[in-house]
């Protein structure tokens, strides 16, 4: 896996943490501990996402109107780099690992 995937697989693995832990403090708002894991990996979220942008472009158009030029239209799209195999399932192949995909 190259260098953006990894930070990508890194962001969609902080992200599904910070949703796991958001649905917890909806129910146990008080526990510290979560709190601060919470915040910690908001933290890394944001460190991570801001690393990917700066070093392959915006990952959301919001992220594309940060300068004198409209950056969302820049190349590589996401899909430019997938393989056919990759895109013929539709949106349930994406961002799997090959190992875990489905089999046609």
Request: charged residues 30%; negative net charge; proline residues 4%.
């Amino acid at each position: 896996m190259d260098g953006k995937n990894e930070l990508l697989e890194q962001i969609r693995a902080t992200d599904f943490a910070l949703i796991e832990l958001n649905l917890f403090l909806d129910t146990h708002p008080s526990d510290e501990n979560a709190l601060k894991d919470f915040r910690m990996l908001a933290e890394t979220r944001e460190k991570l996402y801001r690393q990917f942008t700066q070093k392959y472009g915006p990952l959301k158009a919001v992220d594309g109107a940060t300068s004198d030029c409209w950056l969302w239209i820049n190349d590589p799209w996401p899909w430019d780099q997938m393989k056919w195999e990759e895109l013929k399932g539709g949106m349930a192949n994406v961002g799997l690992r090959q190992e875990n995909r489905v089999s046609d």
